[in-house]
Every structure is written in C-alpha cells, then in structure tokens.
C-alpha cells in the first residue's frame, strides 16, 4: 500500500477538466516537492508537473498542478481522447530516505 | 539527444541473481544522480533505488533493501542494478531514469525527466 494516496480512477468526457487528488503525509508532500507523471502502460513513464505546479518544456497548459499542505491535485483542462493514461504523484520521504510514488489514477475520457 | 538504453532483463528461477544495466547517452552522465523504477505486472510504478552523482550516496526502498545493489560506472557512462534472491514479486518492467536536475543533493525529490524504455524481468520457475 502507498503512503501516497490516490483515487483509482477519474473520467470526463472530451473537453471537460478533470482533478486528480494525491494526499500524503508530512513526511513527504507536507516537506518536500510533488512531481506528477503520464504513463501509457509499456511505455516510458513521462514527467507532466514538476515542483508541484511547472510543467516541463511541451507539456501542454492544460495541464496544472498545485499543493497545499499534505496534499497536491493535478487538473487535466480540455480533456482529449490521448489524455486517457495512469497517472501518479510521486515526491521524496524523508522518513523512508526514499522517493514514494501514489498507487496511480487511470483517466478515461468517456 | 538524451538517451538511456536498459538491458539486462530476463526469465529467472526463484532464488537466482540477475545485473541489470542503463547506457546513458547524450548528457554528461556523472553529473547526474540516476534512479531505477520497476512496474510489475498489473501494478503501478514503485521506485526501486537510487545512487547520487558525487558521493554515489545509495538509497533503496524496504521492499529491497538487502537484496538490490545500484552502482555506476561514470567512464562508461552505465548505471548498474544487481538484483539477488528474486522472488515472483520482482517480476517486472525495470527502468532506469535521469533526473531533471544535476549535481543537487536529492535530486530525485524534483522529478525524473528522462526514462528509458524498460527492461523486463521475470522471475519463475
């Protein structure tokens, strides 16, 4: 079980925004940076949302991330059929000396 | 371009031993801290170990500890994961990762910006 907690699913339909929510602990989210990441199973995960909220050079702006406190959300705005994968949260425990990842959120655009 | 390229994957009998590898290409390899994460099958991403860029400092999550072995070699630009003791749990997609940041302590903590493809491990008797 993850110490980051994710729903297991989220769906909208083309055009509709759609949040993701990733909850965690002071020991991670509460003291350290999110980074989300879109991965279509089979292929090579990618980085969506660093440092919580900045996207990497081509990600769309659709695309958004925030955190407050424990917590950090994605928001998928305009959502298109090529949206549909899993997505996850990921950040640093400090308590683990490791880096955790959320149990992921499969997006379907219905 | 950017390039890490893992190898190394395989079909493995319970107890046995396995060293994946990662040839990184196209950035300047030992000023970057490097990761592995694994998904197995029908599961989610979980991060496996880590080695920082200066000290080769070595992190490794529980599930692992005490059986992986992350090392580097920076002259030959290759990140290394010896796996030993593999159990039916270990039986998954390895991929090794840069991060988005280099020569900062933890870098990790701020995102994996290049992934490599994957290498499949599967472990059965």
């Known amino acids: 079980q993850s110490v980051l907690t994710q729903s297991p699913s989220a769906s909208g339909t083309p055009g509709q925004r759609v949040t993701i929510s990733c909850s965690g602990s002071s020991s991670n989210i509460g003291s350290n940076t999110v980074n989300w990441y879109q991965h279509f199973p089979g292929t090579a995960p990618k980085l969506l949302i660093y440092?919580?909220?900045h996207r990497p050079s081509g990600v769309p702006d659709r695309f958004s991330g925030s955190k407050s406190g424990s917590s950090a959300s994605l928001a998928i705005s305009g959502l298109q059929s090529d949206d549909e994968a899993d997505y996850y949260c990921a950040a640093w425990d400090d308590s683990l000396n490791g880096y955790v990842f959320g149990a992921g959120t499969m997006v379907t655009v219905l | 371009e950017v390039h890490l390229v893992e190898s190394g994957g395989g079909l493995v009998q319970p107890g046995g031993s396995l060293t994946l590898s990662c040839a990184a290409s196209g950035f300047t390899f030992h000023e970057y801290a490097m990761t592995w994460v694994r998904q197995a099958p029908g599961k989610g991403l979980e991060w496996v170990s880590g080695?920082?860029?200066?000290?080769?400092?070595?992190y490794y999550a529980d599930s692992v500890k005490g059986r992986f072995t992350i090392s580097r070699d920076n002259s030959k630009n290759t990140l290394y994961l010896v796996i030993n003791s593999l159990r039916a749990e270990d039986t998954a997609i390895y991929y090794c990762a840069k991060p988005r940041l280099r020569l900062v302590p933890a870098a990790i903590a701020y995102g994996m910006d290049v992934w490599g493809q994957g290498t499949t491990v599967t472990v059965s008797s």
């Open positions: 440092s919580n909220g």
């Open positions: 080695i920082d860029d200066n000290d080769g400092r070595t």
